[in-house]
């Protein structure tokens, strides 16, 4: 090939150049084009780093042009309604018309195969309650008896997501957002900044690794600066992060350009230096220790509502907290339960796809375990991962969770078109960069009134689907409300699925066989499970 080009690229060099000199001068505007293509394909001969060029000179630069290409002509042309990674046309599409509030309907029946294995449906009722008689802002109560100042939640707020990974538009928009719908607005690690606070939405402050917002200069908790934020009027819940689904196990780095002045005062860290957020916290180191400072975060907030965020792993260290909990009597008021399915702006291959129980496997299990001990009454559970619709808001509903939080579908409410660019700093839509000339383009007048239309049409409809299965409040939604097809011929419920469990029945010793293992292992002095040759300690 190299060869070829060298002869082709010769010839039309000495035939271009012959022909301006011999016939015409206007050739030579040909004989350049020639001469900067014979110089590409020279460049990209004698490079090193390109295979694919070194041995194709300029054709080999198509086949880049053509993977960046790849999935735009895909989602354009190629995709059909139910495909589509992570969320599909049909999924964007509705999260799209319900912020703009456009047209809800669909013509001509679903597009679902609904003899698909891992079809899901909803039960309905021969005695359907009117939509008018329910209430059609249903909302939850989070704060237990520690609690001096319970929050009432809407049954969907803000997944956590921060001022860094979004930018000053986004964050502004969701806010202002929350304000309209009167909904909560989760501030994700990063702190609170101006821009959460400037139109007055409820936060959930959450703390990470990193502590940020309330860390002394070594990056260890700080109990005066936590105080202070936490006292914050618009601040009505505390989320302290374990883990996300996206990425759990895996800390951060804020690298030191993108530590601007602005960002090192929100998260109270040095500006232009490389910081990092450990995978661990520093603040206590075993089950028992993070129920006491669960307890000292609500001491130190004026008693709000405290609660913490974790994708499933392993088993045994939530029973290890479980009993932690039950030790000191001493409860947090919620529990955010994120799916392996999660997103992030930026996390690794292996982590995004392999680390984590997904969302419905962890929320059953977190159910059952607190029903089994006969704590649930104290812990408001709240479930994410992969929330587009009403449909899956009743779904997790009817498996145990109390409300609900949504990140990307609020970021598709807010322009988000899954250019999958968020690691770029480039994304299209000014959502999840930084770059000014980009982020120009999100207009939060416009977007926050999307981000509240979305809100509202998800409720709306999830009081609907409560009401076409004859229920007037979504605590008599259960697991036997929810179908799937397990195979071709074969349908179960979900609590045939996930089969429930009896308030206080593992206090009797009733621990299924499929926890017992877990039960083994779980210790609140320690973390993990341990091994010593092939026997567990
Ligand atoms: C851009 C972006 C940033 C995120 N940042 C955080 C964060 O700071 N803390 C956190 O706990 N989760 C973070 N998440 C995870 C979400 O809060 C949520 O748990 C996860 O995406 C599942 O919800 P979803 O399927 O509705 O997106 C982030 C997600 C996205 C898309």
């Not at 929350?178 to 936060?203: M, Q, R, V």
């Not at 916290?281 to 001491?299: G, N």
Request: net charge positive; glycine share 8%.
């Amino acid at each position: 090939m190299r060869q070829y080009f060298i002869v082709l690229s010769s010839l039309t060099l000495i035939f271009t150049l012959g022909i301006t000199l011999l016939l015409d001068k206007n050739w030579s505007v040909i004989f350049l084009i020639v001469l900067v293509i014979s110089i590409l394909g020279y460049i990209d001969m004698f490079q090193t780093k390109h295979t694919i060029r070194r041995i194709y000179p300029v054709l080999g630069r198509f086949r880049y042009i053509m993977e960046e290409l790849r999935p735009k002509l895909y989602q354009y042309f190629i995709e059909s309604d139910i495909d589509g990674r992570p969320f599909s046309r049909i999924e964007r599409s509705t999260v799209y018309q319900r912020a703009k509030q456009e047209l809800e309907t669909i013509p001509f029946g679903t597009q679902l195969d609904v003899y698909q294995e891992g079809y899901e449906w909803m039960c309905h009722s021969m005695s359907p309650k009117a939509f008018e008689d329910l209430d059609q802002d249903p909302r939850v109560i989070i704060g237990n008896r520690d609690c001096k100042q319970p929050y009432s939640s809407s049954m969907l707020n803000i997944s956590a997501m921060s001022y860094g990974a979004l930018s000053a538009q986004a964050v502004e928009a969701l806010n202002g957002g929350a304000k309209i719908g009167n909904f909560a607005h989760n501030t994700g690690e990063g702190g609170i900044s101006t821009y959460h606070l400037k139109h007055g939405g409820d936060l959930i402050w959450q703390i990470g690794t990193g502590y940020f917002g309330c860390r002394d200069e070594k990056g260890n908790f700080n109990p005066e600066l936590f105080s202070k934020n936490a006292q914050l009027p618009n601040v009505k819940m505390i989320e302290l992060k374990i883990s996300q689904g996206a990425k759990p196990g895996h800390g951060g780095i804020l690298p030191a350009s993108k530590n601007s002045e602005e960002i090192a005062k929100i998260r109270h860290v040095k500006p232009h230096t490389k910081i990092a957020s450990p995978p661990y916290h520093t603040a206590f180191s075993t089950p028992l220790e993070m129920v006491q400072f669960i307890q000292k975060l609500r001491d130190l907030s004026g008693r709000k509502p405290i609660g913490f965020k974790l994708c499933i792993g392993h088993k045994a260290e939530f029973i290890s907290i479980c009993k932690a909990m039950i030790h000191l009597d001493i409860y947090p008021d919620f529990i955010t339960i994120d799916g392996g399915e999660g997103g992030t702006g930026a996390a690794p291959q292996e982590f995004s796809n392999y680390i984590g129980a997904p969302m419905l496997d962890g929320l059953a299990f977190v159910d059952n375990i607190l029903n089994g001990l006969n704590i649930r009454k104290h812990i408001k559970i709240i479930a994410s991962g992969k929330i587009t619709s009403a449909f899956h808001v009743a779904r997790a509903v009817a498996l145990g969770a109390d409300a609900c939080n949504s990140a990307r579908a609020m970021m598709m409410a807010l322009g988000c078109i899954q250019a999958l660019l968020c690691n770029t700093n480039k994304c299209p839509t000014g959502i999840t960069t930084q770059d000014p000339k980009l982020t120009i383009g999100l207009v939060v007048e416009d977007k926050k009134t999307r981000v509240a239309n979305y809100h509202k049409g998800i409720i709306k409809n999830f009081v609907e689907l409560l009401g076409a299965s004859g229920l007037d409040d979504m605590k008599n939604l259960t697991r036997s409300h929810i179908y799937k097809r397990v195979d071709l011929n074969k349908m179960k419920t979900y609590e045939e699925v996930f089969p429930s469990i009896k308030p206080g029945s593992m206090l009797q010793g009733e621990i299924p066989e499929k926890y017992q293992f877990d039960f083994d292992h779980s210790n609140m002095n320690r973390w993990g499970l341990t091994t010593n040759g092939n026997q567990y300690i």
